[in-house]
């Protein structure tokens, strides 16, 4: 099993995570916000990739992540960041997100994640998901809803590691076809 460990987001792992996101390319980071911020005027802003390259811009990228507090996007919900950590380094990103609105209910889910590709196929994801539901048992998350592409057998593999049962699957909003898996958080 790997020996990933969950996280807050810390500036301490600057360089390992913009390395990170050059691995993933163009790819969804799942469990990463998107880089989205909602602005005191209700803007709607991106921490883009230059501003991430410096300290400062990194720092407030960080504390956004970490400040449960922080105003939502509208139709979005109240979500923890973590970041999987091993040896160091940033290996990937989780989210747990606190409540589900219809879009997470039907195709996204409480817990999302994503691993860095050179870290894929290692245990990370199983380990994390394995810690994520311990935190969600203490958020009074007792049943969450994880899910994954139907053709992304890895994942499919991780939910059905940590106990998860497949409800059913469905077609999202894009096309995809989209599996949902329930996972008994206070069992564990």
């Not at 807050?8 to 390992?16: E, N, V």
């Not at 991430?52 to 960041?81: I, K, W």
């Not at 059913?168 to 898996?181: P, Q």
């Amino acid at each position: 099993m790997a020996t990933v460990d969950l996280r807050a987001p810390t500036t301490d792992l600057h360089r390992s995570y913009l390395d990170a996101v050059d691995e993933f390319g163009d790819a969804h980071r799942d469990g990463d916000g998107d880089w989205e911020r909602v602005d005191t005027d209700g803007t709607v802003r991106t921490f883009t990739r230059a501003e991430l390259e410096t300290a400062e811009g990194f720092a407030r990228f960080v504390a956004h992540q970490n400040d449960l507090g922080r105003r939502q996007r509208p139709g979005y919900v109240p979500c923890t960041f973590l970041w999987l950590v091993e040896a160091g380094g940033y290996v990937g990103s989780l989210a747990i997100r606190h409540d589900l609105n219809d879009f997470l209910l039907r195709e996204g889910g409480h817990i999302g994640y994503s691993v860095r590709p050179s870290a894929r196929r290692q245990g990370h994801a199983t380990e994390a998901l394995r810690q994520a539901l311990d935190r969600c048992a203490d958020l009074g998350l007792d049943r969450v809803l994880v899910t994954c592409d139907d053709d992304n057998l890895g994942s499919a593999s991780v939910i059905e590691a940590n106990g998860g049962w497949l409800e059913s699957t469905v077609t999202a909003g894009d096309g995809r076809l989209v599996r949902r898996y329930w996972i008994e958080s206070s069992a564990r």
